[in-house]
């Protein structure tokens, strides 16, 4: 059996691709029956597999790694050629799209196939790819100047995710000074965030005009293939939140005052959720994965199966150590049929929601793995945040194994968390739009905007004497602002169909699941609101759907003595 390790990585030659994936293209073209233009297809389908293949383990081994160079020179070179690929797959959209087959076509594949093309057709002009090729290059400096922090912290150098437990401190004074000295690094590069910053808005935005948009507004819209909804309908749900959430958001920080025994909440108190100190697992990195072979084997054959398979394989890099890329994230290794979870974990509770939600990504990708439409494997956005924000809540009745005599803190803190997000969460997709529509604003506008964004959806935030902070420069952590622009709405409208599995899984918890395996079978093979009605959900858009769950919601956190945890 192969492991990661063994996995073969190769340096597409692209001039040899080119030519190979234009001889097919011909055949598709020419192809005289519906059969043989499918078996075409199908070689194409596999080229493009190989290519992202070997993008996928360039990318993963140069994120565990930052400093291996050998890696981080093959994660530029498809920085480069990734555009040039994209104008390749663009081609084969438009051959697609006026097939005399597409009605065939269609009815055996779906619409949705046809609606991603179309979308990507748009979003693509071999005119761009210069701009995209740059804009690569800037999301990939952004990756390695955070990377690349190393804190001065209680005698020690620490990654910004190993100073995070710090930031949870029981110790006021630990918290204040952790907190301080994480974004004291960002305030120290400030300049060079706001360069990069300032160079991908304008970069994006001349993407768009040569594209014939107004902005890049459009442009990224197309990009996140959101097919059955708009921006007016996100700024509808954005009002929803300020309406129905911001206010029990900011009843929530009142309570952790109390429960924490502060006069005034600051910044850096947000993190510490009880004065006994935060509900953290009670074991180290070896010791989670044994809970959770546990947890996946009880839950269901499907989950055993799949975690299984991720552990024989070694297909999860975990543990916070130097040179490593910050956050998390889920990818699919398409030759090997494997998806691949990357980790920072610090001994936090967030140790659990990682292995909960990215295994969900993993989960819902692995179930769809078979399908033989590459766009097909993943949803869009959206859709797959449904899974990994869902998994954190099914996988609840197995929250003892990680948190002992601490759980009932964890499900409070977990659930009271999603609220809070989503503030935050709208914020950051309506600074997006106020970026793009004005991408001449200097980096100082840019951060007026965010202040007043918080006072509107964090009023209760408060950073103390922090210059930088003050200033407005604590979006400049968020990475999909620089290297994903426009996803993040993405997480709150997932959240909303989250809470309503919580819910169901409380009533009726098999029938819950059952949804919720049959949402991960499709993959991405309809559109985000179809996908959500299939898994017997109410969309996010849908008048009451967020008034209803929030309120569920509330009625669940009063009901705890937050004091006595």
């Not at 200097?442 to 210059?467: C, F, I, M, Q």
Request: a negative charge.
């Amino acid at each position: 059996m192969l492991t990661f390790k063994d996995y073969s990585y190769k340096r597409p030659d692209f001039d040899q691709v080119k030519t190979e994936f234009e001889t097919l293209l011909d055949a598709f073209r020419e192809a005289n029956s519906l059969a043989q233009q499918e078996e075409v297809m199908g070689r194409l389908n596999q080229l493009r597999d190989d290519i992202s293949t070997q993008g996928n383990l360039a990318f993963i081994r140069a994120s565990i790694n930052t400093k291996d160079t050998f890696y981080e020179e093959e994660k530029n070179y498809f920085d480069e050629i990734q555009p040039q690929f994209e104008e390749l797959t663009t081609l084969f959209y438009k051959e697609l799209v006026k097939s005399p087959y597409r009605k065939e076509l269609e009815e055996k594949w779906g619409s949705q196939f046809f609606n991603l093309a179309d979308y990507s057709i748009k979003a693509f002009s071999p005119e761009v790819i210069p701009l995209l090729q740059e804009e690569n290059r800037l999301s990939s400096e952004y990756s390695r100047l955070v990377a690349s922090a190393e804190i001065d912290f209680q005698g020690e150098q620490l990654t910004l995710a190993q100073i995070d437990p710090y930031t949870e401190s029981v110790d006021r004074s630990i918290r204040e000074e952790a907190v301080k000295a994480k974004f004291n690094f960002f305030a120290d590069h400030e300049e060079k965030f706001d360069e990069l910053y300032d160079k991908l808005v304008k970069t994006r935005h001349e993407i768009a005009l040569k594209l014939g948009y107004k902005n890049f507004i459009d442009v990224g819209y197309l990009r996140m293939l959101r097919v059955d909804y708009s921006a007016e309908q996100v700024k509808v749900f954005r009002e929803q939140v300020k309406k129905y959430v911001v206010p029990l958001a900011t009843k929530l920080r009142k309570r952790q005052q109390e429960r924490i025994g502060v006069d005034q909440l600051m910044f850096w108190d947000e993190s510490l959720e009880f004065l006994t100190g935060n509900a953290n697992p009670q074991g180290g990195p070896e010791w989670i994965i044994e809970q959770g072979k546990k947890m996946y084997k009880e839950l269901s054959d499907e989950t055993d199966e799949f975690f299984t398979f991720m552990n024989e394989r070694e297909l999860m890099d975990l543990e916070a150590k130097k040179g490593k890329e910050a956050g998390g994230y889920c990818t699919f290794i398409e030759n090997y049929e494997a998806p691949f979870i990357f980790s920072n974990f610090n001994g936090t509770s967030a140790d659990i929601d990682v292995l909960t939600h990215e295994a969900g990504h993993a989960f819902q990708v692995y179930m769809s793995r078979n399908i033989q439409i590459p766009e097909y494997i993943w949803p869009t956005h959206e859709a797959a945040e449904i899974h990994s924000m869902s998994m954190e809540f099914l996988t609840w009745p197995w929250m003892e194994n990680f948190f002992g005599d601490q759980t009932e803190k964890y499900k409070f803190a977990h659930l009271s968390s999603g609220i809070l997000f989503l503030p935050y969460g709208v914020a950051v997709d309506e600074f997006q739009h106020r970026i793009y529509e004005k991408p001449d604003m200097t980096p100082a506008e840019r951060k007026d905007v965010w202040k007043e964004l918080e006072n509107t959806y964090l009023p209760h935030r408060n950073y103390g004497g922090h210059e930088y902070l003050n200033q407005g420069g604590v979006w400049q952590r968020q990475g999909h602002i620089y290297e994903d622009p426009f996803y993040y709405i993405d997480y709150t409208l997932a959240q909303i169909c989250a809470f309503q599995f919580w819910k169901k899984s409380r009533e009726d918890f098999d029938g819950a699941w059952a949804d919720y395996v049959h949402l991960c079978k499709l993959g991405g093979s309809k559109s985000f609101t179809e996908l959500v009605k299939e898994a017997n959900l109410k969309s996010p858009f849908a008048e009451g759907s967020l008034e209803s769950v929030v309120n569920e919601i509330e009625n669940w956190l009063n009901e705890v003595d937050d004091q006595a945890l």
